[in-house]
């Protein structure tokens, strides 16, 4: 009885699907037939399969490989937000950030989002509607900077290099004197390009003409020295999936004025986070930006030895955590990279943004920053320079 009524309504529905479009396909409606009324989706059958999840070395430009003792602590059981011990390693987590940002900020905190989270909250905090800021713009964090601040309805005027170039004090000092904004936006690391701007000296000059500075660290956070407080930096904010080697999701920024919010924050990230800065601090700082440097040099002369050519001209200019290599000629970038990743399992990326098509990008961040994967990554380029030339297609 059961069956035949099953059957029937199977029919109706049939029916139906074939006099109107707005129907689901026949094979939900089929399969709502059998499993009762509600179930308009069938369960996936990708998902009855394992988690696949391959294992590769990440050297593009982040995320990059969590450490095992990172994995570990995000692996814990799950706490409350509000409990005790959650504030406990906040705190904590407030201790590591004041350490790497190297400053006294009381608001210095983990936003629960990536770096992208981090650059909106400081903007949103930082500028009101009909605020001029100024944005130095020589890749795309600068450009995406200029879109967000746009949004919130900021006059927003740009100080435009080529990517591979960085801003001088007088660069600065002249958009400064022209548009007197309320905030200048300015990347440290800039992973597009490859470039490591200079910060000596801008704090100073943003406020003696009445503007903030805010300036974005995702990329160098840990691998090139920053110190917020001595370089006057008024909002630094970075991200947790670079030199912290801590899974994307939550970004350190600080601010030297007030603000307040409250959330329910991604208690397991917080975890990993606050292991990633427990590793940085018992390393040291010194020790992380002088590793960093010392593993890009040794890429900086193989990458040479091989024929290849740096993007970032002067050497003082170079991102100890992303370097950028010249697309080299008679090579596809995206050949190349596909390459590493079929035959290596290596990544590394093409440029992005202003520099898409002109660069390969090679990240060596925190834990991935050795010279055992700098070889291993030269070995997979030298093999690639010699398959993927296109005069072989
Ligand atoms: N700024 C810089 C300099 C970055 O390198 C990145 C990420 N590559 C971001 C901002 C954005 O961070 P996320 O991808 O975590 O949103």
């Given at each position: 009885m059961?069956?035949?009524?099953?059957?029937?309504?199977?029919?109706v529905?049939?029916?139906?699907?074939?006099?109107?479009?707005?129907?689901?396909?026949?094979?939900?409606?089929?399969?709502?037939?059998?499993?009762?009324p509600?179930?308009w989706?069938?369960?996936?059958?990708?998902?009855?399969?394992?988690?696949?999840?391959?294992?590769?070395?990440?050297?593009?430009p982040?995320?990059?490989?969590?450490?095992?003792?990172?994995?570990?602590?995000?692996?814990?059981?799950?706490?409350?937000?509000?409990?005790?011990?959650?504030?406990?390693?906040?705190?904590?987590?407030?201790?590591?950030?004041?350490?790497a940002?190297?400053?006294?900020?009381?608001?210095?905190?983990?936003?629960?989002?990536?770096?992208?989270?981090?650059?909106?909250?400081?903007?949103?905090?930082?500028?009101?509607?009909?605020?001029?800021?100024?944005?130095?713009?020589?890749?795309?964090?600068?450009?995406?900077?200029?879109?967000?601040?746009?949004?919130?309805?900021?006059?927003?005027?740009?100080?435009?290099?080529?990517?591979?170039?960085?801003?001088?004090?007088?660069?600065?000092?002249?958009?400064?004197?022209?548009?007197?904004?309320?905030?200048?936006?300015?990347?440290?690391?800039?992973?597009?390009?490859?470039?490591l701007?200079?910060?000596?000296?801008?704090?100073?000059?943003?406020?003696?003409?009445?503007?903030?500075l805010?300036?974005?660290?995702?990329?160098?956070?840990?691998?090139?020295?920053?110190?917020?407080?001595?370089?006057?930096?008024?909002?630094?904010?970075?991200?947790?999936?670079k030199?912290?080697?801590?899974?994307?999701?939550?970004?350190?920024?600080?601010?030297?004025?007030?603000?307040?919010?409250?959330?329910?924050?991604?208690?397991?990230?917080?975890?990993?986070?606050?292991?990633?800065?427990?590793?940085?601090?018992?390393?040291?700082?010194?020790?992380?930006?002088?590793?960093?440097?010392?593993?890009?040099?040794?890429?900086?002369?193989?990458?040479?030895?091989?024929?290849?050519?740096?993007?970032?001209?002067?050497?003082?200019?170079?991102?100890?955590?992303?370097?950028?290599?010249?697309?080299?000629?008679?090579?596809?970038?995206?050949?190349?990279?596909?390459?590493?990743?079929?035959?290596?399992?290596?990544?590394?990326?093409?440029?992005?943004?202003?520099?898409?098509?002109?660069?390969?990008?090679?990240?060596?961040?925190?834990?991935?920053?050795?010279?055992?994967?700098?070889?291993?990554?030269?070995?997979?380029?030298?093999?690639?320079?010699?398959?993927?030339?296109?005069?072989?297609?």
């Amino acid at each position: 009885m059961r069956r035949a009524v099953m059957g029937s309504a199977s029919l109706v529905l049939r029916a139906a699907a074939w006099s109107s479009p707005r129907l689901p396909p026949l094979s939900f409606i089929r399969h709502r037939a059998m499993s009762g009324p509600n179930l308009w989706v069938p369960p996936p059958t990708v998902l009855q399969q394992p988690l696949a999840v391959p294992d590769r070395l990440l050297l593009g430009p982040g995320p990059s490989n969590v450490p095992p003792r990172i994995l570990a602590a995000g692996g814990r059981q799950l706490i409350g937000h509000v409990h005790k011990e959650m504030f406990q390693i906040m705190d904590e987590i407030k201790l590591g950030i004041q350490y790497a940002f190297q400053t006294q900020n009381p608001l210095t905190l983990a936003i629960s989002g990536s770096g992208h989270c981090a650059m909106e909250a400081a903007l949103m905090n930082a500028v009101e509607r009909g605020d001029v800021v100024l944005v130095a713009v020589n890749g795309i964090w600068g450009e995406r900077a200029a879109d967000i601040s746009e949004r919130l309805g900021a006059d927003v005027q740009q100080m435009v290099k080529s990517p591979g170039e960085y801003f001088t004090l007088k660069d600065i000092e002249q958009g400064l004197a022209q548009h007197k904004p309320a905030v200048l936006f300015i990347t440290h690391g800039e992973s597009s390009s490859g470039v490591l701007q200079p910060l000596d000296g801008l704090g100073e000059l943003c406020h003696r003409y009445g503007s903030l500075l805010l300036v974005d660290s995702v990329a160098s956070l840990g691998g090139a020295p920053i110190f917020m407080d001595q370089q006057e930096i008024d909002i630094l904010y970075s991200g947790s999936q670079k030199v912290l080697n801590v899974p994307p999701g939550t970004a350190p920024i600080s601010f030297s004025e007030r603000a307040r919010y409250h959330h329910t924050p991604p208690v397991n990230n917080f975890f990993s986070l606050r292991e990633g800065l427990a590793i940085l601090a018992e390393q040291g700082l010194e020790n992380s930006w002088k590793l960093h440097k010392e593993n890009c040099l040794y890429l900086h002369e193989g990458l040479q030895k091989l024929g290849l050519k740096l993007f970032v001209k002067e050497e003082v200019a170079r991102l100890p955590t992303v370097t950028t290599i010249v697309v080299p000629e008679g090579y596809d970038w995206k050949e190349i990279t596909e390459f590493l990743m079929n035959k290596y399992a290596i990544e590394i990326t093409g440029g992005l943004g202003p520099s898409v098509g002109k660069v390969l990008r090679i990240g060596l961040m925190g834990y991935n920053s050795t010279k055992f994967n700098v070889n291993r990554v030269l070995h997979a380029l030298k093999d690639a320079l010699q398959h993927c030339h296109k005069s072989k297609m």
